[in-house]
RNA sequence: GUGGGUGUAGCUCAGUCGGUAGAGCACUGGAUUGUGGCUCCAGUUGUCGAGGGUUCAAGCCCCUUCAUCCACCCCA
């Protein structure tokens, strides 16, 4: 072997592009009918906005990214994920003076240094979607509306809508106490993972995988039972408002996030046909991350999709890629020469067009024809050329006829 | 960072007790000198992941290493 590719990082080939190309192209559609405008960042930040905005001692933070000192000693970091760069664009462009609510989405690779394994990947790639500005409960519903319709459209059932509030800065602590409180009687039965948790996060306790955790976790006290007014309230909003638009959800209160700016409103869409790996997107509120960048104090919301995560779902190979028009075959060394010119103007009016370049047999050519699954083929021989026409056959009727070459591009047209 | 599985032809994989490297698919040519798919015939393709060790002899046994996949952790 000589050079390969970077572990974790991978190359996406003709034959599975097309499924990428699908899944951007439904996002950039089906974004836009919701008034979402692309924007683009740099897939390289100073280390700072990451630590300020991920959090210093999540594991992101912690272990996961790629960080280095460019040659004038500046610590700089592939991104992690989106919400941050945007954020900080937000900022820096100061987009909030242009528009009080702020639609944007953005597509593009992620860097996590982590063990590559099935949906999880070294270099990886997401969809996300932001709004800026808006407070009302409303706009929780509309983003999973959107989120739910992109779903649908690009044809992925086997998964589901989770939500959550995680409440706020005001009513968090009071939960996390209460928490703390019933996990002390029963550290016992906690996996050594989740004893170590107990001190460092607590809320992780409630996700782990672990019988023992699970059973000695049954009976913890809820989330959404601390929630303060004004987060039970909003949460009741978000709530009323899916049921409004006839998304179908679930309430699970005991998901939990890995980045520490999220407030309120989270969620996830989740699948069990991704091996461990179960959330295909994820997002939520973010309500105190602006400011604490450095901005205006505005309310965000949104979600990232994970694409290597829908391609799998999707399968391989699902999206065909086109076919091509017409393949020219040609008898000897004028008949390619002539075929040569005449692909070349149909290419110039839009025919997908092709034809051999090694002077094969003409069995050769057919051959080849038939494995690009071309809709007809031109054959051009010697004693056809000399009146001006050639044979054009239907590769799936299998049937031909004789078309003079002056017409052949109407001809065609007619045809396909 | 931790644990397990797998590395043999372009691809998917056989390979017995340690005894000269195999099949299917794909590809190329032919059967049909100017007609694809189906069929038949023929042919090409190997650093057996790499390095070392044991042995008369290693794809097979031992050690090391690399890659990859899956899982833990964590997450999209």
Redesign the pocket.
Same mark, same amino acid.
């Given at each position: 072997?000589s050079i390969?590719?970077? &572990? @974790?990082m991978?190359d996406i080939l003709p034959g599975t592009v097309e499924t990428w190309q699908f899944l951007e192209q439904k996002a950039r559609e089906v974004f836009g009918t919701y008034g979402f405008a692309e924007i683009r960042t740099p897939a390289v930040e100073k280390t700072e906005l990451f630590c300020r905005s991920i959090g210093e001692t999540?594991?992101?933070v912690e272990k996961?990214m790629y960080t280095f000192n460019d040659k004038s000693g500046n610590s700089l970091t592939l991104r992690p994920?989106g919400t941050a760069p945007v954020t900080r664009s937000f900022i820096q462009n100061r987009l909030h003076t242009l528009d009080p609510v702020s639609k944007l989405y953005y597509m593009g690779p992620?860097f996590?240094y982590?063990?590559?394994?099935?949906? =999880?990947? =070294?270099q990886?790639?997401?969809i996300g979607a932001e709004v800026i500005g808006v407070e009302d409960a409303k706009i929780d519903a509309q983003v999973l509306a959107m989120l739910h319709h992109y779903a649908c459209e690009i044809g992925i059932d086997a998964v589901e809508l989770q939500v959550n509030s995680l409440g706020c800065p005001e009513c968090r602590p009071g939960y996390r106490k209460a928490l703390i409180g019933y996990l002390e009687k029963r550290l016992d039965a906690l996996?050594a993972?989740c004893q170590r948790?107990y001190t460092t996060?607590p809320l992780?306790v409630l996700?782990?995988?672990?019988t023992g955790c699970k059973e000695a976790t049954v009976d913890a006290p809820s989330v959404l039972d601390h929630l303060c007014s004004g987060c039970e309230i909003h949460f009741g909003q978000v709530k009323k408002h899916l049921q409004a638009l006839a998304i179908p959800f679930s309430v699970n209160d005991r998901m939990?996030? %890995? $980045?520490d700016y999220y407030v309120r409103t989270t969620f996830?869409?989740v699948t069990d046909q $991704? %091996? #461990?790996?179960?959330?295909?997107?994820? %997002?939520g509120r973010y309500d105190g991350l602006v400011e604490s960048l450095g901005g205006p104090a505005l309310p965000g919301i949104g979600f990232?999709?994970? $694409?290597?995560?829908l391609v799998l779902m999707k399968g391989k190979d699902q999206v065909v890629a086109t076919r091509p028009d017409l393949f020219l075959a040609a $008898?000897g060394e004028d008949a390619a020469e002539q075929a040569f010119v005449l692909m070349s103007k149909l290419q110039r009016s839009g025919v997908r067009a092709e034809m051999d370049y090694q002077g &094969? #047999?003409? &069995?050769?050519q057919? =051959? =080849?024809?038939? &494995?690009l699954n071309?809709r007809f083929?031109l054959?051009l @021989?010697?004693?056809?050329l000399r009146n001006g026409s050639a044979?054009l056959?239907?590769?799936?009727? #299998? #049937?031909?006829c004789q078309v003079a070459l002056d017409g052949l591009e109407q001809e065609l047209l007619s045809r396909l």
């Open positions: 072997m390969t590719a970077i &572990k @974790g991978n999540t594991d992101i996961e994920e992620m996590r982590e063990r590559p394994q099935k949906g =999880r990947y =070294r990886f790639h997401q996996c993972e948790r996060n992780r996700d782990c995988k672990a939990v996030r %890995g $980045l996830e869409l $991704l %091996g #461990s790996q179960n959330a295909v997107a994820a %997002g990232a999709i994970g $694409l290597e995560r $008898l &094969k #047999s003409l &069995k050769a057919m =051959r =080849r024809a038939n &494995k071309a083929t054959i @021989g010697e004693e056809e044979e056959k239907d590769m799936d009727q #299998s #049937s031909q």
